[in-house]
């Protein structure tokens, strides 16, 4: 018995309405951009009796990265697509472009669109960064000079329709191929309001299923989805609501967004073949996905392998020889030398100098060691924070300075990297170049008034809502603001206390907040930001405000103490009241280990009561306030990160009725058994290298730096 390729949906999600599209059908590997054409007619028809082999070659989140190999990039395309040249479509899960590397970017990414139309990209979803310009961008600049078309069947506009294609059709080796795209629905927080007013982001998994039931209604054989959307953890994919919610109708689920790593294939029906793929390839041209499939023309039935290919590893030829074999390699190369004159020219400026290396936080990501953990603090967060304080203070009296991880998307190395072109001639030198990798989205610096109460919201808002890619944010501060939290605590009442300039913060009291305007007006789901007053836009750009601080402030070394702590696990026993401090450790390269944390009353400079060791960034600490004058602070200085927080004066409290004897002199603390590892915020515990010292650093991949550094962080 031949079996029905489309049963009913595992876990169906169509929503009640169907959202209206509009269909490209494209003749061999490339589409006429005829907006709104009829389905073409069947292709002439093949051998009844063969198979159809197909293969989809596939990548996600490229993000401009010409400066990191894109002839083997173009290379692995190529000679994977030589093995099947008829029968091989090449599609992207979106962010081709934004948060680019300077080569690109600098351009406005427009070689990038030269670099993927020269490869021949025959589809791409619209990812969030395609609209980091604004809708207007998306449909006019970088669709007019994409050759390929852009897909998101879920994003309407004030009228009611796509504002881009939905999806498209291919013919390929007499297989018609449906593709419809979609992108995350967070992408409303991602994006500056102001550039997408208008625009409605609706629920991807039903705009696909409505899509994909109307390309198979319309003849496709095979339907693609192209989600600019996974989950946060790998291990989560088949479970996740974009597979066990996408329509049966649908043959290949592609995922992105998230950068992670995985390839799985489904049994759908039982019958001991795989029928339906699930793929993330990745970030940055790294790797490549490959799904190939047999599609059987007799019972309209699939049977697909997926695998995901490393770059390096998949090319056998030098780049030379890639560039002579493969004449698309060839154009690349001349696009990418051509974009790589214009930006080393307007890029090669000296701005300042570090004295070592100034990084995000790094992590753990599919178990190699790599940048970018934005749930961790970072060195050159709480810089870049600390440089719009004192950018904004004096002409628009900014108190507090913001930052959001995802805005920085490199790291500041000591030691130049002789295979960058853009690197300074120097060690220690840092070029205007270098500041565009690190923010290259040119937010201007905006200024917002928020009460003490809105400003704790803020702070709140880190750990993201349910749902959310990624659950916690760890926002950059500047110098002057500290705080402790308890993440065991509700949702909204994990915040425990706040310091501004030395004092307690004031629920009801004023503060001027200076950030990017991505920030300001809500982004990453930093919604209390949006709700102050006196919102106000500097005319700064924020990567050029950043090199005048690295200038101003040259040679600039990386700041390790951090803004924030974990303190828990208050309690009081007449006079003694203890707890437990974590996160005193950064995880970013070259940060030192906590070695032991120094009890104040007064001040930071003030009296030490005592001195607690500390252990993988952990301490208990036990304080006798009987020596304390009333309404004294006390404070926690971590040695030698330079940490300093307050003790909430609510933790001090639960001794007010502590009879307070003659004055004596305190003896030391003796050292207790450190807490256990605390999140989130942190990162691993473990040895930092480098102390401080300048080093080489890492860029992207995990390469084999990394791991030898970030091995000894993690074990």
């Excluded at 967070?186 to 409505?210: E, K, R």
């Excluded at 946060?232 to 950068?259: C, K, P, Q, Y």
């Excluded at 280990?593 to 001195?611: H, K, Q």
Aim: glycine content about 10%.
């Amino acid at each position: 018995m031949t079996p029905p390729k489309h049963r009913p949906a595992l876990h169906a999600a169509l929503a009640a309405g169907v959202v209206s599209s509009s269909v490209l059908v494209l003749p061999a590997a490339h589409a006429d951009e005829t907006v709104g054409a009829s389905p073409a007619p069947a292709p002439a028809a093949a051998d009844a009796d063969a198979d159809a082999d197909v293969d989809l070659l596939y990548f996600n989140d490229y993000h401009g990265r010409l400066a990191s190999d894109p002839l083997l990039f173009a290379g692995a395309i190529e000679q994977l697509r030589a093995e099947n040249e008829d029968g091989t479509l090449l599609l992207s899960g979106g962010d081709n472009v934004g948060a680019s590397e300077y080569v690109s970017a600098v351009q406005q990414d427009n070689p990038t669109l030269d670099v993927l139309d020269a490869l021949e990209l025959d589809a791409s979803a619209v990812g969030n960064h395609e609209f980091d310009r604004g809708v207007a961008d998306l449909t006019g600049r970088i669709t007019e000079r994409a050759d390929f078309p852009y897909l998101a069947a879920n994003v309407l506009g004030p009228d009611g329709a796509p504002v881009t294609e939905a999806s498209a059709t291919f013919d390929v080796d007499g297989v018609r191929i449906g593709v419809v795209g979609a992108v995350t629905q967070q992408t409303a927080t991602l994006v500056s309001p102001a550039g997408i007013a208008g625009i409605t982001f609706g629920d991807p998994v039903a705009a696909v299923n409505a899509e994909a039931e109307r390309l198979e209604a319309a003849g496709a054989d095979v339907v693609v989805a192209l989600y600019h959307e996974g989950v946060a953890n790998s291990s989560d994919v088949l479970g996740d609501r974009l597979v066990t919610g996408t329509s049966e109708t649908v043959d290949v689920v592609f995922n992105a967004h998230t950068h992670d790593v995985y390839d799985e294939a489904v049994d759908r029906d039982g019958d001991g073949t795989l029928e339906r793929a699930v793929l993330q390839a990745g970030s940055y041209g790294g790797s490549l996905g490959r799904v190939s499939f047999s599609y059987d023309r007799e019972t309209d039935a699939v049977d697909a392998r997926t695998e995901v290919l490393d770059v390096g590893e998949t090319v056998t030829a030098s780049e030379e020889e890639l560039v002579d074999r493969y004449p698309r390699v060839a154009r690349v190369a001349e696009i990418v030398a051509a974009a790589e004159a214009v930006a080393t020219e307007q890029g090669s400026t000296p701005v300042g100098q570090i004295t070592g290396d100034i990084t995000t936080a790094y992590g753990l990501r599919d178990g190699q060691p790599a940048r970018d953990d934005r749930g961790a603090e970072s060195s050159l967060g709480n810089l870049v924070a600390e440089s719009i304080r004192a950018t904004l203070q004096e002409p628009h009296g900014v108190q507090i300075g913001l930052i959001n991880p995802g805005g920085l998307r490199a790291d500041l190395l000591w030691a130049d990297n002789p295979g960058e072109a853009l690197d300074g001639d120097r060690d220690g030198q840092v070029t205007e170049a270098e500041v565009n990798q690190v923010m290259p989205f040119s937010n201007n610096l905006n200024t917002v008034t928020l009460t003490g109460a809105q400003f704790k919201q803020v702070l709140e808002q880190q750990w993201q809502p349910a749902g959310s890619s990624r659950p916690y944010l760890q926002l950059g501060l500047s110098g002057n603001v500290s705080y402790t939290a308890d993440p065991s605590r509700p949702v909204g009442d994990r915040i425990t206390s706040i310091t501004v300039d030395g004092a307690p913060y004031d629920p009801a009291g004023s503060y001027v907040v200076g950030s990017v305007s991505f920030l300001t007006a809500g982004g990453d789901n930093f919604t209390a930001l949006a709700e102050g007053t006196a919102a106000t836009d500097t005319g700064r750009i924020d990567r050029e405000a950043f090199s005048e601080y690295l200038a101003a402030n040259a040679p600039l070394s990386p700041p390790f103490d951090r803004r924030s702590v974990q303190l828990t696990g208050a309690a009081a026993e007449a006079c003694t009241v203890r707890f437990d401090v974590s996160s005193l450790d950064m995880t970013s390269l070259g940060a030192p280990d906590t070695t032991s944390l120094s009890v104040r009353a007064g001040a930071p400079d003030g009296t030490e009561l005592g001195t607690v060791a500390v252990l993988d960034g952990a301490a208990s600490v036990s304080l006798d306030t009987a020596a304390l004058a009333e309404g004294a602070a006390v404070w926690l200085v971590a040695d030698p990160t330079g940490t300093r927080v307050r003790v909430p004066d609510a933790v001090l409290g639960l001794a007010a009725d502590c009879a307070t004897p003659e004055p004596t002199e305190p003896e030391p603390t003796e050292p207790t058994e450190p807490a256990g590892p605390q999140q989130p915020g942190k990162g691993r515990p473990g040895e930092h290298p480098g102390k401080g010292e300048p080093g080489r650093g890492v860029w992207e991949h995990g390469s084999e730096r990394a791991r030898q550094v970030l091995g000894r962080l993690f074990g």
